[in-house]
């Protein structure tokens, strides 16, 4: 059974940081690429940062270039997501998804809420 759980979300001041966990399972985490989204209240869903199966390369949304970091560990089947100097902006859900050819899973999400 495929699962990825994320965790870490919470609320945090401006200028704060979090660092988020997604653990996954059932399945060969090691060939997929990995990616955090975030969907805002009345908003669509964004696609954060990608890292791919090796974590050799990495893209951001230009919004959080500079104050987000992805990053995996494909010996505990986790990708991460480091998250500083938050602003109110980034208050979303954030999920974690995992990619390889027409093969799809996403996480349920957890939630960050930057607010003072």
């Known amino acids: 059974q495929v699962q990825l759980v994320e965790s870490g979300g919470g609320l945090v001041q401006p200028g704060g940081s979090l660092r988020l966990s997604c653990a996954a399972s059932g399945f060969t985490f090691s060939s997929y690429a990995m990616s955090w989204h975030r969907q805002a209240p009345e908003k669509g869903r964004e696609l954060v940062a990608v890292?791919?199966?090796?974590?050799?390369?990495?893209t951001y949304v230009d919004s959080v270039k500079g104050r987000f970091t992805i990053s995996r560990d494909n010996a505990k089947n986790t990708v991460y997501l480091q998250m500083n100097s938050l602003k109110p902006e980034d208050t979303a859900v954030y999920y974690c998804r995992a990619d390889r050819y027409n093969r799809r899973y996403w996480g349920q999400g957890t939630q960050v809420t930057v607010s003072s």
């Open positions: 890292i791919t199966s090796t974590g050799g390369t990495t």
